[in-house]
């Protein structure tokens, strides 16, 4: 990446300015804007993550970086968070969409403001200035979005396709962690009674999400997929491959009526220009194309720009820790794309790789020709998935899918013809199958990988479908026991070039731990018909070359203690059971402008025996560590969720200590029912 030093304009970066709201809730924000200028737009990320030590690496590279260039780029704490005012009781929720509009208002009305405001963000940030557009405050004038959703229920990280995720606990054992952190004594001379009051009204989220079984009104508040029609301000959405929020940018700009683009690259969960897999792009660059565009009326064509461009990702050997990605850059004038064809190829049984006879029972076929009647049973073992990676990936921790040959071993796989010719597929497939079940709760996992001569396995994409949600989201049915039924569901959307030599697999399982909780009792299905229809590009070159990679100086700091992570499966030989264990130690490290000392450390282990889904078990730890001089805090949150037949039971607890001394804590203890998961 290269590093920038000198911009257009000389800029002032000033720590902590407060906007107070209607309601007398003081919100911190940072505001960097240029030194001697006019009045400039005004660019808002609002998130969170605490502008003082938690996001602040990033921050300063990108913030510093658009307001060299002319804008006044503004990064507010939200209610209840960092050195903000207030108490945060939950994501996404209206009094935080309301806060949004009222910041809005208030950067437009500000003498340095030129009115014209934009809304950036990357995950809670790219869903609330989503959220916040739906609502159309009449500031706001633009809208980056980065790996984010329009569905809160079908596509993100507490459900997906109506399954219950194995993050949804995870991630409410993260907020638990995360909220628990003091704002700063130096912004905040009450900072103790903020912080024990935060800790007083502390959330445990996992229960609450973990209840709401449906797609009711609580999940489509804040889901714009609601309404596209009110999708009136310019959208530029981005999103990864190596991410679970790869849905987002095809869903927006095939139906936000507003101008919108959206750009996918091989990415993980972070923003473009510092993402892996490479290839990293010039994030900001194009960000400071579409800003000049929206914000400013530079008539620069950024608006003719194509509407989707995506990284189509060659054949490789399978990685979970891949620094690069090889492929191309697709750009398509329009979304959907008349170069995208539909191909069906329907399931069948019985028959190999060129049509011999397959010794393997749960091998079967795709093949372009109708096939005869089959009968297949689906009932894979609890532990499969375990080389499934993280929803959202982060770094190369071994996060990313790997190598699928032992998962697909235990599913039921349609293998299709090796191909003598590259197989190109752009957009989403889609699964139709006919399916009875013996069990009245379950789910059925689609895994379409690119298995390469060796038998490696990577997985291209995959979709599932709680079998309760074959109608509906909103009004889910247990399944009728031995009855057939036909569902269909979308395996997410990929860009993705086999190479020849190579062949398409079709994985199915009942099982996909612990990306998903399992069901409470094993569930057999039995198949008797099927049909993928894949989205087949006609076939391109590289259409885009976007800029390199550029940024603002790096954060000034210094490491006190370098991090470790470790990443294993581990095998019980006496109990049987298989365990995923991570460790993650991000170190301590002390920020050099302002002294404040930070650390944070955690642990997951998910574990679960082969043959007893009600074996799943999820333990999580996080410690938050701040200090500087002879001041410092420590917040340690502790998570575990298991089950029975009937109820999911999940527990917590914080505890918050000053220097040495325990000042607060708290125990959480929840059961929830099993109504449909």
Not at 218 to 240: A, I, N
Not at 322 to 351: N, T, Y
Request: proline content about 7%; hydrophobic content about 40%.
């Amino acid at each position: 990446m290269k590093i920038v030093t000198e911009f257009p304009f000389a800029i002032t970066d000033d720590p902590d300015i407060g906007i107070v709201l209607s309601d007398g809730c003081r919100l911190s924000a940072r505001v960097w804007r240029p030194e001697a200028s006019g009045p400039v737009p005004a660019v808002l990320e609002y998130i969170p993550y605490r502008k003082r030590d938690g996001t602040l690496p990033r921050d300063e590279m990108m913030h510093a970086y658009v307001a060299g260039h002319g804008y006044a780029c503004v990064r507010v704490d939200m209610r209840g968070n960092g050195d903000s005012d207030g108490l945060m009781s939950d994501e996404y929720t209206i009094q935080e969409l309301a806060d949004a509009c009222e910041v809005i208002e208030w950067l437009a009305g500000q003498q340095w403001c030129s009115g014209a405001v934009g809304m950036m963000g990357k995950s809670w940030g790219g869903f609330n200035c989503l959220q916040t557009a739906y609502l159309q405050p009449p500031a706001l004038k633009a809208v980056m979005s980065v790996c984010s959703t329009t569905d809160r229920f079908a596509d993100d990280i507490h459900y997906k396709g109506g399954c219950l995720l194995g993050e949804n606990f995870g991630w409410g054992a993260v907020m638990l962690s995360y909220s628990s952190r003091p704002p700063d004594p130096v912004l905040r001379p009450d900072w103790r009674e903020m912080w024990l009051k935060r800790l007083d009204a502390e959330p445990w989220l996992a229960p609450r999400w973990a209840e709401m079984q449906e797609k009711n009104d609580y999940w489509k508040h804040g889901s714009v997929s609601e309404d596209y029609s009110r999708m009136t301000v310019p959208v530029l959405s981005w999103g990864g491959w190596a991410d679970n929020y790869m849905n987002t940018v095809a869903h927006l700009v095939e139906n936000v009526p507003a101008p919108v683009q959206g750009i996918v690259g091989p990415w993980v969960h972070q923003y473009p220009h510092t993402a892996v897999p490479g290839p990293a792009i010039g994030f900001l660059q194009v960000a400071l194309r579409w800003w000049d565009r929206w914000l400013k009326g530079i008539e620069n064509g950024a608006e003719h720009d194509p509407a989707y461009r995506a990284y189509m990702i060659h054949s490789e050997v399978p990685d979970a820790s891949a620094k690069h990605r090889a492929g191309h850059w697709v750009a398509e004038a329009a979304w959907p794309s008349a170069r995208v064809s539909r191909q069906v190829l329907a399931l069948g049984a019985g028959a190999g790789e060129g049509g011999s006879p397959s010794p393997n029972p749960s091998r079967g076929y795709l093949g372009t020709d109708e096939t005869g009647a089959f009968s297949v049973s689906v009932n894979t073992p609890q532990h499969l998935g375990m080389h499934t990676g993280e929803f959202f990936p982060m770094g190369l921790n071994a996060e990313m899918p790997g190598d699928q040959a032992s998962d697909d071993a235990l599913s039921v796989c349609f293998d299709g013809p090796v191909l003598g010719e590259p197989l190109d597929l752009l957009g989403a497939a889609r699964l139709r199958l006919t399916l009875s079940s013996d069990q009245p709760l379950g789910f059925v996992v689609a895994r379409l990988c690119d298995v390469a001569p060796d038998g490696s396995s990577v997985r291209i994409a995959h979709g599932m479908l709680n079998l309760c949600h074959r109608n509906s989201m909103e009004d889910p049915a247990p399944m009728p026991l031995g009855q057939a039924v036909e569902v269909a569901f979308d395996i997410d959307q990929m860009a993705y070039r086999l190479a020849a030599g190579h062949h398409l697999r079709l994985a199915l399982s009942t099982t996909y731990w612990p990306f998903l909780w399992p069901s409470p009792r094993p569930a057999t299905l039995t198949v008797t018909a099927g049909s993928l229809d894949l989205p087949v590009h006609q076939g391109s070159e590289n259409e885009w070359e976007p800029p390199s990679p550029e940024a603002a100086k790096p954060w000034a700091h210094r490491v006190l203690r370098a991090g470790k992570t470790t990443r294993k499966i581990e095998t019980d030989l006496i109990s049987g059971t298989t365990a995923l264990v991570i460790s993650d130690d991000f170190g301590d490290v002390e920020n050099l402008s302002h002294g404040l000392c930070t650390g944070e450390s955690m642990t997951e282990l998910w574990e679960i025996h082969p043959d007893d889904p009600l074996s799943a078990r999820a333990v999580h730890t996080w410690e938050q560590r701040q200090s500087r001089g002879d001041w410092s805090v420590k917040t340690y949150a502790w998570a575990e969720m298991n089950a029975t037949a009937s109820h999911l039971h999940l527990k917590a607890s914080l505890t918050a200590w000053e220097g040495d001394t325990k000042v607060f804590e708290r125990h959480y203890d929840d059961k929830v029912p099993r109504r449909f998961v």
